[in-house]
């Protein structure tokens, strides 16, 4: 979870507390106060003044700096949302624009930007300024691959601003920390964050770039910025800001979080229309910073049900309007709308959660259990358990991953597009492309590993057991889970004997009678799979990986697999 650093007089002075002459604020209130925000006080030095907090929550991006925390501490004790103008700019004003050229849709398609003026950088704003930078770019931009910042000095800018490509050898500028210009290619092959970034951009023969009308280049996004216009100092009072990425509802958010930031320091924000060569989900040119949320109504019966107290609509909608949200009552619905810097709204149970924030955990009675029961692990669980102890003796290590993953990895790196087994179960409102999708399979989370741990000493020998969802009309929701053992082996040698052996060797300490019968399936070598049975039931499948796949991988053994279903009875 996301622990960030604020200032006590910075944030005092975000929260209102020093221009109102109220008293400063106590460990004990401010105690009282995180748990608005699912934050907790991990340290703090009284002699600097610093504050660590941890939030519990990684699905509030727009919590994590001193100014949300303190924005939504302050909603909360003024009990109305601040207005932000910003958002609803008449289409028909003029304002600075960004191009995008064509062709960036291939490398790094959206951008997003806005102005900030008036507003004087400190010290504990710059601060501030770099941490939520970081913490947006690392987190919830997935180390700068999703999302990434740049933050400039304005003055130096000459509108309009143009998104481009450019080759690596066509365009020298002096990049932050460095006193000598340089290409994008030397930039890449020395400077510590090109080593450290440049594996994004990797592999495209032209790579983007900010210009202004100019000429003057403002970065390599998502890279380095240059020293002359993008190096942010105290005292600077007008600034660009900047979001590049592959998502574009994530690249608005984020410009979003800091256009409201700066605000919330007294900084005047002027929206930029991005144009695209073609049309996106938004149109082709984009007024940014946004509104893009859209309003949900949610019935009060529901909202009472999870929270096991009755509660009037006007109580639900006075809860809502206190933390942020925009509400209004209709019957026996309220209908919801998040503000602007969030977009975590993906059930109704987010806005259940954010009621009971909002009214207090205190304020609900405790409900004692009725009955009494002793809890035990479930026979699937009891069997789950055994497997591994089972592996680990076989000479496997465990994994543990995620059940969601992209459809690239569980479909197209597999090489199942377009065969019978190019079924998912899709998550329908995703943040994020990396985890739409609910894994059919065990092998692609094991094949992920493999490929990260290329230098390390072969034979590799991996398993894990966990849930995977198959589609399935039959049950309620439209799938099932099923819990799964997967296996790999990876070395020169691997072949399908040497898997068999394994699994031979496991089904006869689960005294389970199988038998194996061809298959032809994408991911394996034809001739080199089989379909495993057990009492005439299909409970599996083994064989050795199919070229192509390992190359989609970039792994470079062979490498063979089987997996087991382990809620079919394999134990007799």
């Not at 000459?158 to 000598?180: A, I, N, S």
């Not at 994004?200 to 983007?208: K, T």
């Not at 690249?251 to 229309?273: F, H, K, Q």
């Not at 002793?374 to 089972?390: F, I, K, Y």
Request: with cysteine; proline share 6%.
């Amino acid at each position: 979870m996301p622990t960030i650093s604020i200032n006590l007089k910075d944030f005092e002075q975000l929260l209102g507390h020093r221009a109102s002459g109220a008293q400063p604020v106590t460990t004990d209130q401010l105690e009282a106060w995180l748990p608005l925000v699912k934050g907790e006080l991990k340290d703090q030095d009284a002699a600097t003044g610093e504050l660590r907090i941890e939030l519990q929550d990684s699905n509030r991006p727009d919590l994590w700096s001193c100014e949300g925390i303190a924005r939504q501490i302050r909603i909360k004790l003024a009990g109305t949302a601040p207005a932000y103008p910003f958002f609803k700019s008449a289409k028909t004003q003029k304002k600075p624009r960004v191009h995008v050229s064509p062709g960036m849709e291939r490398v790094r398609p959206y951008l997003a930007a806005c102005t900030a003026n008036g507003y004087r950088v400190t010290a504990e704003g710059l601060a501030q300024l770099i941490q939520v930078q970081e913490k947006l770019a690392d987190i919830f931009g997935r180390k700068r691959q999703t999302v990434s910042i740049g933050l400039y000095r304005l003055p130096a800018i000459v509108f309009p601003v143009t998104y481009d490509l450019v080759t690596p050898d066509e365009v020298r500028f002096t990049p932050l920390g460095f006193e000598e210009k340089m290409s994008l290619r030397e930039i890449l092959a020395v400077h510590p964050k090109g080593l450290e970034y440049g594996p994004i951009i990797a592999g495209h023969e032209r790579l983007p770039i900010l210009h202004d009308a100019e000429g003057q280049v403002l970065s390599l996004p998502p890279i380095i910025n240059s020293r002359e216009i993008g190096e942010v100092w105290v005292g600077d009072d007008a600034l660009f800001v900047e979001v590049t990425g592959t998502d574009l509802l994530m690249v608005l958010l984020t410009l979003n979080i800091m256009a409201v930031n700066l605000a919330d320091r007294g900084a005047a924000i002027e929206p930029v229309d991005v144009v695209y060569p073609e049309s996106t989900d938004l149109g082709k040119t984009i007024r940014t910073p946004i509104d893009f949320g859209k309003a949900r109504s949610i019935p009060i019966t529901m909202i009472e049900a999870a929270l096991g107290q009755a509660l009037s609509a006007d109580q639900v909608q006075t809860a809502l309007l206190d933390y942020g949200w925009e509400a209004s009552v209709s019957r026996d619905q309220v209908s919801v709308k998040l503000p602007p810097y969030r977009n975590d709204l993906m059930h109704a149970v987010d806005v259940v959660e954010d009621v009971a924030i909002s009214r207090g955990y205190g304020d609900f009675s405790p409900v004692m259990p009725a009955q009494f029961t002793v809890g035990s692990l479930s026979r699937v669980e009891q069997m789950s358990d055994r497997l591994r102890d089972l592996m680990v003796g076989i000479g496997f290590q465990e994994i543990i991953s995620n059940i969601m993953a992209s459809r690239a990895e569980l479909i197209d790196r597999m090489r199942l597009a377009g065969s019978e087994w190019d079924r998912l179960v899709e998550v329908s409102n995703a943040m994020t492309q990396t985890f739409s999708c609910l894994r059919q399979a065990i092998a692609p989370s094991l094949l992920k590993v493999e490929a990260a741990s290329a230098r390390s000493f072969y034979p590799h020998r991996l398993f894990e057991v966990g849930e995977v969802a198959l589609p399935d009309p039959t049950h309620d929701m439209g799938s099932r889970t099923v819990m799964r053992l997967g296996a790999l082996i990876a070395h020169a040698s691997a072949n399908f004997s040497e898997a068999h052996s394994c699994l031979d060797l496991l089904l006869y300490y689960l005294d389970c009678p199988y038998q194996l019968e061809p298959l032809a399936h994408p991911s394996f070598l034809e001739g080199r799979a089989g379909r495993i049975l057990s009492q005439g039931r299909p409970i599996g499948l083994i064989g050795e990986l199919h070229p192509e796949v390992l190359e989609l991988w970039q792994v470079t053994m062979p490498a063979v697999v089987f997996e087991l279903d382990v809620d079919q009875r394999t134990e007799r």
